[in-house]
């Protein structure tokens, strides 16, 4: 029997900001109570093993030395980068040590490797569908290192965990601004500046959020990609486009401690303008922004890379379900969400 632990974090919502916040201007995201859950035990047997049904891996495993190289399968490369760089940092955690440490807290030898050779097994299951762009790989990736960090005994403060988690990201990805590392980490709603250079909590206990799927699978890297191509082409008017974005966010933070949702709301339509701009808008998230502003929301916008994934909008209560109708008769699927949740934690 060796030890076990299970840790969930949340997924994310860009409220504003986004490709913007790639340049070092800042954005605003919410947590979604859509969470994340990583089990991961500390085995005998020198392996890493993983089951992620959710992105269809099952019964991947490997030596734990191959952790990180070779071939690695999509849908495993965020857990799999995840504990190669958490061993790699914690090299003292990472041979005889772990099994020692994990005994310690454990108070029972006779149940830990007694050999100097450990290996990992890691069962990942999702509360929502990968393709919502819900944030799912940073989600499990914070997870995973939340959860080597608490059954070592290393014990992460959240911003060792972020860092770490940020550094996955750009080992896989090459770009991102890690805002949904920092949801995952962090939960609640976040003023936050790439790399965790700000992370500022906002004190709001709710916000009226309606959410709608566009159905459309989007690949982040590559939107990224054509808008810095862009901004290499165009650089006066695109980086006027980003100063501009930063001022609205600046404005929206305002307006969300506010709880001045019709502002808020007629910032999010300002920032779809310059998504527009950016060319990421798309016919079916135009679609849907166009048809719940008609249905009376204050205002409505993408949110995340663009082109598909999901579009959120802010409504008055009485309009709140014309908002959604209208959402729906636009082809998009309203999704039920809770913001502002709590960030990583142990279940158990
Ligand atoms: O596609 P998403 O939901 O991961 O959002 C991407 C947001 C960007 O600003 C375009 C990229 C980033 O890492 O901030």
């Not at 030890?3 to 947590?31: D, F, N, W």
């Not at 069962?123 to 070592?152: H, M, N, P, R, Y």
Request: hydrophobic share 40%.
């Amino acid at each position: 029997m060796a030890q076990l632990i299970t840790v969930s974090a949340p997924g994310k919502l860009m409220l504003l900001g986004e490709h913007a916040v790639v340049y070092g201007r800042p954005c605003i995201v919410t947590a979604v109570d859509q969470r994340m859950k990583a089990t991961v035990e500390i085995t005998k047997e020198p392996n890493f093993e993983l089951q992620a049904p959710d992105v269809k891996i099952t019964d991947y495993k490997k030596a734990i030395e191959d952790v990180g190289f070779g071939e690695v399968p999509k849908g495993a490369k965020f857990v799999e980068v995840a504990v190669k760089n958490f061993l790699d940092c914690h090299p003292e955690r990472s041979e005889g040590s772990l099994a020692n440490a994990s005994q310690n807290k454990s108070g029972d030898s006779s149940a830990m490797p007694q050999n100097d050779k450990f290996g990992v097994r890691i069962t990942t299951q999702s509360e929502f569908s990968s393709e919502f762009g819900f944030g799912s790989s940073s989600a499990s990736t914070v997870c995973v290192i939340k959860a080597l960090s608490e059954i070592t005994g290393v014990n992460l403060d959240n911003k060792s965990i972020f860092d770490l988690a940020y550094k996955t990201v750009l080992d896989i990805q090459g770009k991102g601004s890690g805002f949904d590392a920092a949801a995952a980490v962090y939960g609640g709603i976040l003023y936050y500046v790439i790399g965790g250079k700000v992370i500022e909590p906002l004190n709001i206990d709710s916000l009226p959020l309606i959410v709608g799927y566009t159905g459309i699978k989007v690949d982040t890297v590559a939107l990224i990609n054509e808008v810095s191509k862009k901004g290499e082409k165009y650089p006066q008017v695109i980086e006027n486009v980003y100063g501009q974005i930063e001022k609205l966010v600046e404005q929206a933070k305002v307006a969300l401690l506010n709880k001045d949702f019709q502002s808020l709301g007629e910032l999010m339509n300002f920032n779809e303008g310059y998504l527009s701009t950016l060319g990421v808008e798309g016919k079916k998230l135009a679609d849907m922004i166009y048809g719940a502003r008609n249905a009376g929301a204050y205002g409505a916008k993408l949110s995340g890379a663009g082109i598909g994934d999901c579009m959120i909008a802010i409504a008055p209560e009485d309009k709140t379900q014309a908002v959604k109708d209208a959402i729906t008769a636009a082809g998009g699927k309203v999704i039920d969400v809770e913001t502002n949740v709590e960030g990583v934690r142990v279940e158990g």
